[in-house]
């Protein structure tokens, strides 16, 4: 049996607001009629779209999977000092440099890039690590400071000890950590040093005075601005 119900009582703010959706209501069917054909035409195209994105993103989760499984792999080697085999590869695995030709894209594969990046320092390709570490995409993080102060050595490498200087002070604003940044404001000032910038040189010793006072880098400050002052006279 169905229940009565008692009809409710409708408010003069109810009767309003059915009034507007029922005119919105109205104003949409006629922008529908007038414009029909061009709104089929691009629902056909928001479809269409929206198939793709979701399609990409389907491949790029598939991808990235397949990278962070090579990348797992591939790393002990890295971790054990072996970098040959860790940028070339073992039998079943694929190497950090084809990783990051193959997946560059994906997150594993920026992770491989960074980590092929020191790989290929650490064995003295300095050019192809600094194309590496240049190309890395990541965040105001530690690997993001890291990799601008992987390009820093490299053109400490060079004897470009403006640039070592300039890439070393951004590293360590890039992310502003107690151990790290006192330690690349340091190399800034040792490469400004070595360019003969003492000015620059006075000013980042200055910084990590001034900035991260409890560093263990501070303790020795008076020492290298006293040298660099010296050579300002």
């Known amino acids: 049996m169905a229940t009565y ?21 109205v104003r949409i069917q006629d922008f529908f009629d007038e414009y029909k054909r061009l709104i089929t035409y691009s629902g056909i195209g928001a479809v269409a779209l929206a198939v793709v994105i979701v399609s990409y993103a389907f491949v790029q989760r598939t991808r990235a999977a397949q990278a962070n499984e090579q990348l797992g792999g591939i790393l002990l080697y890295y971790e054990q000092g072996d970098y040959r085999t860790a940028l070339d590869g073992a039998i079943d695995l694929l ?40 190309g890395f995409r990541g965040k105001d993080d530690m690997l993001g400071a890291s990799a601008l102060a992987g390009q820093a050595a490299v053109y ?67 020492f290298y601005l006293s040298y660099v002052r010296a050579k300002l006279k």
């Open 5 to 25: 119900k008692a009809p409710k009582t409708i408010s003069r703010r109810t009767e309003l607001r059915k009034d507007a959706a029922t005119t919105a209501f």
């Open 95 to 134: 190497g950090l440099a084809d990783i990051v030709d193959q997946y560059g894209s994906t997150r594993p594969g920026s992770m491989a890039r960074f980590y092929a990046a020191d790989a290929a320092f650490r064995l003295g390709e300095y050019d192809q690590a600094f194309e590496w570490f240049k």
């Open 156 to 222: 400490e490498m060079r004897e470009d000890y403006g640039e070592a200087g300039a890439y070393y002070e951004r590293a360590a604003r890039a992310h502003e950590n107690a151990l790290r940044s006192p330690e690349y404001l340091m190399k800034a000032a040792r490469a400004y040093r070595k360019q003969g910038a003492f000015d620059k040189a006075e000013a980042v010793l200055l910084a990590v005075l001034t900035d991260y006072p409890d560093a263990e880098e501070a303790t020795n400050i008076d």
